[in-house]
């Protein structure tokens, strides 16, 4: 069983997911932990050196390789996967997160989310150099592009606007067991 997390950058998907995974004894991986293990570089400088569609290609191996790894046929244990927030903009990677994972989507408003970046957006590349208008219209655009794709592949959502993470665990696995997971 791969639960994944989609959401858009700075809506909680590594922290809630390293948590969920402690609550329901998954294994948890971080996509972009993969991506940098494997490659031995940052995000950062694959953005820089080879692009985003780089980038994306390699999302998309590594998104293979790990549903492959954890197939009910190879492994028996289960997983919670942290996805990047762009992973989902590649069809090929939608189409894997619907066919193979149970999806959660965590959802969050955009003022949310523009002062939770503003705060830590720098590491990441789609928003690194902006002003303070800039960023806010940078989030806005990738919002619209993304949020119909987000609740496509999502089998259930959760609101991560409260810093409280534990609630937003404590709802999730509320929610998964309902699902009978
Ligand atoms: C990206 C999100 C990042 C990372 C990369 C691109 C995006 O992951 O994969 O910077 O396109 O939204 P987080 O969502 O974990 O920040």
């Excluded at 994306?56 to 990047?84: C, F, M, Q, T, W």
């Excluded at 990738?142 to 991560?160: G, K, P, Q």
């Amino acid at each position: 069983m791969i639960l994944t997390l989609c959401g858009f950058m700075g809506t909680g998907k590594s922290t809630v997911g390293r948590r969920l995974a402690l609550e329901t004894g998954f294994d948890f991986i971080d996509l972009d932990d993969y991506i940098e293990r494997k490659t031995g570089r940052t995000v950062r400088e694959i953005f820089s050196s080879e692009g985003e569609c780089r980038f994306r290609e390699l999302e998309r191996d590594a998104l293979r390789e790990i549903i492959k790894k954890y197939a009910p046929e190879n492994h028996s244990a289960g997983l919670v996967l942290a996805l990047g927030g762009g992973t989902v903009t590649l069809p090929e990677c939608a189409r894997l997160i619907k066919e193979h994972t149970r999806c959660i989507y965590l959802e969050c408003s955009k003022t949310t989310l523009v002062s939770r970046l503003a705060k830590a957006g720098g590491k990441r590349p789609l928003l690194a150099g902006k002003t303070d208008r800039e960023l806010e219209e940078q989030i806005g655009n990738l919002m619209n592009e993304r949020e119909h794709i987000y609740r496509s592949c999502a089998d259930m959502t959760v609101r991560t606007d409260t810093e409280n993470f534990r609630e937003v665990v404590e709802q999730l696995c509320g929610l998964i067991r309902s699902c009978g997971i």
